[in-house]
């Protein structure tokens, strides 16, 4: 069994979703579809959430009435017979009285996450009411019968894979399946989600569940790219890379894939393919445990919104001893850290979730004197057994030699040099090292 995800752009216009249909009807392979919300939709639940919570009923009611025409519009243009267009309406309205529901209750947490989900139900939806209309088999799984989180906000993989096996059972003569990405249940059995981005997380998880032969990531683009084609002119598609190559440039930055839908696959050793809905024939890029090839650094990516903390002290900072208290504080707010170096007397270290940061500079105080750079950005170099190239440190070091350098990380990994620059010159940095690095 295979898996394939569409993203937003993907099931964004009604011709889109027809494409998409194409693509999951061509193969033999029992296939399940895992699809976003319609684009621009989870942004607009977003603002309706935030309306809400604001109290501003009059804003929230605008915004709602606004989706609405879009998707009265999307309905009107999607199907082509009266009694498809009819139900097509009849699951948006659904949905729309529920959100105008919201409007007379009191607002919290919990509706927030199901206000978030409407996206997902409605594509979902509106995509296996199309199914039906083309005469095309298949069977609906709501994602909220088998995707589950506990009380960490983690995916509670075995439990997703007996829930997801017993439905499958019921179901062996098909060989089609339409599904949510996004969107799950958490340990209080709430509607909940996997963060932003989601969908693709929920692709893998998937993928592990069922142990499928391959994970595809269908979005608006030819793969992976060497470097963020929204800042640089020339990109290419990178064909094959590693899993670890593959985590660490979607961890830092490259949009394309959620950084958590690797260690699912990973770990079951699936391949997970990136290819383009508008141009189903390109290669794309393929993700495998090894790939063959000779060194060089293969992508860039770039991840503002980063934070630097440097701890300084005169005492005898590096005492066996200090890293694990200073680790301790962030292992305390349960905030990662991405990039850390040392000296005697100091240390830096990058995070990006700032949710807790006065709390951990309190407790960071009494170790020493702390420093906090807002607005940086990791600039994160990848590649085959780079640290095993001769000259490649020079190179990168040569293109950024007029980027002021605020941090470096070398040595953590074969395949991954890092840099943290003032986020005023992230672009600078991406188009001198792609000038730098690449032949081109
Ligand atoms: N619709 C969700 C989002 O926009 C999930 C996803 O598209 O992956 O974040
Ligand atoms: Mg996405």
Redesign the pocket.
């Known amino acids: 069994m295979k898996i394939m995800k569409f ?2 752009t993907s099931v964004g216009k009604p011709e889109r979703m027809y494409q998409v249909k194409d693509l999951v009807t061509t193969g033999d392979e029992p296939t399940i579809v895992v699809l ?2 319609l684009s621009g ?3 607009a639940l977003v603002g309706i959430g935030d309306a809400l919570s604001a109290g501003d009923k009059i804003l929230a009611k605008q915004r709602i009435d606004e989706l609405n025409a879009h998707y009265k519009q999307f309905c009107s243009e999607l199907f082509r017979s009266e009694v498809s267009r009819q139900e097509g309406e009849k699951i948006i309205q659904e949905h729309f009285e529920f959100l105008a529901i919201l409007l007379k209750i009191s607002f919290n947490d919990a509706i927030s996450k199901d206000i978030l989900a409407q ?2 139900l409605l594509s979902t939806k509106l995509f296996y009411t199309l199914l039906q209309e083309l005469q095309i088999d298949a069977v609906f799984l709501p994602a909220l019968d088998f995707m589950s989180i506990d009380e960490h906000s983690e995916p509670e993989l075995t439990k997703i894979r007996e829930k997801l096996n017993a439905l499958l059972a019921k179901y062996p003569q098909k060989k089609l399946f339409v599904t949510q ?2 969107i799950c249940k958490n340990h209080r059995n709430e509607v909940d989600n996997l963060k ?5 997380y929920t692709a893998s998880l998937i993928g592990a569940a069922i142990s499928a032969s391959v994970v595809e990531i269908w979005t608006d683009i030819d793969g992976m790219h060497n470097n963020d084609p929204r800042i640089v002119d020339k990109t290419r598609p990178i064909a094959n890379l590693s899993f670890d190559e593959a985590a660490e440039l979607a961890y830092f930055g490259a949009k394309i894939l ?1 950084p958590a839908s690797i260690w699912p696959a990973q770990q079951f050793n699936i391949p997970v393919k990136l290819l383009n809905t508008m141009q189903p024939e390109a290669l794309g890029t393929t993700i495998t445990a090894n790939v063959q090839e000779r060194g060089g650094v293969k992508a860039l990516a770039a991840k503002d919104g980063i934070t630097a903390i440097k701890i300084k002290s005169s005492r005898m900072l590096l005492a066996y001893g200090f890293l694990r208290k200073v680790f301790d504080v962030f292992e305390k707010y349960r905030t990662s850290i991405d990039m850390i170096t040392t000296s005697e007397v100091a240390i830096s270290l990058t995070i990006d979730d700032i949710s807790h940061l006065e709390e951990i500079k309190l407790e960071l105080d009494k170790f020493g004197t702390v420093e906090i750079d807002h607005n940086m950005a990791i600039i994160c170099i990848v590649g085959n057994l780079i640290m095993e190239q001769q000259g490649v440190l020079q190179d990168i070091m040569g293109s950024l030699s007029e980027i002021p350098l605020r941090m470096v990380s070398y040595g953590g990994s074969k395949h991954n040099v890092s840099v943290l620059v003032d986020a005023a010159y992230k672009n600078q940095a991406l188009q001198s090292l792609n000038q730098g690095l690449f032949d081109f």
């Open positions: 993203g937003g976003s919300a939709t989870t942004n996206g997902e990405g996004y932003r981005g989601g969908s693709d959620h």
